[in-house]
């Protein structure tokens, strides 16, 4: 008997999760597992690699979970350093690249395809941007090459561009490694993906810890060069090489060092030329069992795909390894010949910078109103232990709930130690579909050096609560 072909697109999280778990179903004799990964690394955690560059956590190392030579003892032909430039879905096969072989070109036939093919860095068509020591952070070879770039510089100075998740935990980053650094957002508070008014809180907390941030202004670009008086002059007279300065429309802001913080959007240009179905963000869209729509032997997983939120019945791009994880598993099992879905997400994150705790679950106010729903707000003050309790902090929770309904809409918590994973009991409360009254009755944990009596997620419920019923019909 012939083995069935897999072939894999991405050897990260999702990847090779969907490999493992599809081993674990099927023999070699029954599945033959190939995947090609373009990178030097495989299977590793890209949310480690600020914690590398500021020097908290080493790396790359510890931040690979299985290496390339543990994936092949376990029968799968993962090909590193190898580029898929084509699908070819009426012929099932892909055309390969050998990135450190001359450019070698072949085709691998399949059966079953998975596309793993993750997220790229927001990078802007902007002059200057593709110059030495500016960087994205995307992978682990991001992360080497932005440490290079550090360990070389002799100046101190960095911009970040863009105060994201990714933003602000690289200015903690740099901040770590002795930098004076400056932040640009082109939004009027950090954290777009907080409301408005809990962001000004994280720019409250930023400039308190030294981190220079300039919101409402937008990037023009970045000046490179070197010697001479003005930036601008510099770049000019020497026609530039390394990044020097970053411009907005009325200012520069000299940098040694660049890193790029807007985001990152879905790397689906194969996934485009080939005619599969993206949505609205370009992600691959797919089904519960997250096959791509309208094909019955091509799966999609991790940052590639948008995803069903629970909350607000639409679908929508988020780029987190704990999906990708998740994904990867659920593929695994489809096409190892199980059976197992993916139901969607409630839009949880959590970061930090320096000592400042940031966490969102559900829907902010702006996604809330373009799902068409009506909805109440209420934000308290609390602090994370029993206020008589030594190392007591404040923290902030802001809750949304349904008009009428109370049914809770989303939160978001900006405060000190044991602030943001007090977000996970929102979650699941979202996930269960809990109304902000029902969160009332929940039995949480209590003791003064963890929480106050009432805990500040069940305070912000109870004024949820009692603004439904304040706002009638």
Same mark, same amino acid.
């Given at each position: 008997?012939?083995?069935?072909?897999?072939?894999?697109?991405?050897?990260?999280?999702?990847?090779?999760?969907?490999?493992?778990?599809?081993?674990?179903?099927?023999?070699?004799?029954?599945?033959?597992?190939?995947?090609?990964?373009?990178?030097?690394?495989?299977?590793?955690?890209?949310?480690?690699?600020?914690?590398?560059?500021?020097?908290?956590?080493?790396?790359?190392?510890?931040?690979?979970?299985?290496?390339?030579?543990?994936?092949?003892?376990?029968?799968?032909?993962?090909?590193?350093?190898?580029?898929?430039?084509? #699908? %070819?879905? !009426?012929? $099932?096969?892909?055309?390969?690249?050998?990135?450190?072989?001359? @450019?070698? *070109? /072949?085709?691998? +036939?399949?059966?079953?395809?998975?596309?793993?093919?993750?997220?790229?860095?927001?990078?802007?068509?902007?002059?200057?941007?593709?110059?030495?020591?500016?960087?994205?952070?995307?992978?682990?070879?991001?992360?080497?090459?932005?440490?290079?770039?550090?360990?070389?510089?002799?100046?101190?100075?960095?911009?970040?561009?863009?105060?994201?998740?990714?933003?602000?935990?690289?200015?903690?980053?740099?901040?770590?490694?002795?930098?004076?650094?400056?932040?640009?957002?082109?939004?009027?508070?950090?954290?777009?993906? #907080? %409301?408005? !008014?809990? $962001?000004?809180?994280?720019?409250?907390?930023?400039?308190?810890? @030294?981190? *220079? /941030?300039?919101? +409402?202004?937008?990037?023009?670009?970045?000046?490179?060069?070197?010697?001479?008086?003005?930036?601008?002059?510099?770049?000019?007279?020497?026609?530039?090489?390394?990044?020097?300065?970053?411009?907005?429309?009325?200012?520069?802001?000299?940098?040694?060092?660049?890193?790029?913080?807007?985001?990152?959007?879905?790397?689906?240009?194969?996934?485009?030329?080939?005619?599969?179905?993206?949505?609205?963000?370009?992600?691959?869209?797919?089904?519960?069992?997250?096959?791509?729509?309208?094909?019955?032997?091509?799966?999609?997983?991790?940052?590639?795909?948008?995803?069903?939120?629970?909350?607000?019945?639409?679908?929508?791009?988020?780029?987190?390894?704990?999906?990708?994880?998740?994904?990867?598993?659920?593929?695994?099992?489809?096409?190892?010949?199980?059976?197992?879905?993916?139901?969607?997400?409630?839009?949880?994150?959590?970061?930090?910078?320096?000592?400042?705790?940031?966490?969102?679950?559900?829907?902010?106010?702006?996604?809330?109103?373009?799902?068409?729903?009506?909805?109440?707000?209420?934000?308290?003050?609390?602090?994370?232990?029993?206020?008589?309790?030594?190392?007591?902090?404040?923290?902030?929770?802001?809750?949304?709930?349904?008009?009428?309904?109370?049914?809770?809409?989303?939160?978001?918590?900006?405060?000190?130690?044991?602030?943001?994973?007090?977000?996970?009991?929102?979650?699941?409360?979202?996930?269960?579909?809990?109304?902000?009254?029902?969160?009332?009755?929940?039995?949480?944990?209590?003791?003064?050096?963890?929480?106050?009596?009432?805990?500040?997620?069940?305070?912000?419920?109870?004024?949820?609560?009692?603004?439904?019923?304040?706002?009638?019909?």
């Amino acid at each position: 008997m012939t083995a069935e072909r897999l072939v894999i697109v991405g050897g990260d999280a999702a990847g090779m999760a969907a490999a493992s778990q599809a081993r674990r179903l099927r023999k070699p004799g029954e599945l033959a597992i190939t995947a090609f990964e373009r990178g030097h690394f495989t299977s590793y955690s890209a949310c480690g690699i600020p914690y590398w560059v500021g020097g908290e956590v080493d790396g790359p190392d510890a931040l690979i979970a299985r290496t390339a030579a543990e994936h092949r003892a376990r029968d799968i032909d993962l090909r590193m350093r190898t580029e898929v430039v084509e #699908l %070819d879905l !009426d012929r $099932g096969r892909v055309r390969t690249r050998e990135l450190d072989n001359g @450019g070698r *070109e /072949t085709w691998t +036939g399949f059966d079953k395809l998975v596309l793993a093919t993750g997220a790229r860095p927001r990078r802007p068509r902007l002059p200057g941007i593709d110059a030495p020591g500016v960087h994205g952070v995307q992978t682990l070879d991001d992360g080497r090459a932005l440490l290079d770039t550090l360990e070389a510089s002799a100046g101190r100075r960095a911009v970040v561009v863009g105060a994201g998740y990714i933003g602000v935990e690289m200015a903690e980053a740099l901040i770590r490694r002795g930098y004076r650094v400056t932040v640009l957002e082109r939004s009027a508070q950090p954290m777009s993906t #907080l %409301d408005p !008014d809990m $962001g000004a809180l994280v720019h409250e907390a930023m400039c308190a810890m @030294g981190i *220079e /941030t300039v919101r +409402g202004t937008a990037v023009t670009g970045v000046l490179t060069g070197g010697g001479g008086t003005s930036l601008l002059e510099r770049s000019r007279e020497l026609g530039g090489s390394r990044a020097c300065a970053v411009t907005t429309e009325d200012a520069e802001y000299p940098a040694d060092v660049v890193v790029l913080g807007m985001g990152v959007r879905p790397e689906t240009t194969l996934a485009a030329a080939a005619g599969l179905p993206l949505g609205e963000s370009g992600g691959l869209l797919t089904d519960l069992a997250m096959r791509v729509r309208g094909q019955d032997h091509i799966w999609a997983g991790g940052d590639c795909v948008e995803v069903w939120d629970l909350v607000s019945g639409r679908t929508r791009h988020i780029a987190l390894g704990t999906h990708a994880n998740k994904h990867g598993q659920i593929i695994g099992t489809n096409v190892g010949g199980g059976y197992a879905t993916f139901p969607g997400v409630v839009g949880t994150a959590v970061s930090k910078v320096c000592d400042l705790e940031i966490a969102r679950t559900g829907l902010l106010e702006r996604h809330a109103d373009a799902a068409g729903l009506r909805f109440v707000t209420t934000t308290v003050e609390a602090t994370n232990r029993a206020g008589y309790y030594p190392g007591a902090r404040p923290m902030h929770v802001k809750m949304l709930a349904e008009h009428r309904t109370g049914r809770l809409l989303g939160v978001q918590i900006v405060g000190r130690e044991g602030a943001g994973k007090r977000v996970d009991i929102a979650a699941v409360a979202l996930t269960a579909g809990m109304t902000v009254e029902q969160m009332t009755a929940l039995d949480l944990g209590y003791a003064p050096p963890f929480s106050p009596v009432w805990d500040p997620v069940l305070v912000a419920a109870r004024k949820a609560t009692r603004a439904v019923r304040e706002a009638g019909d």
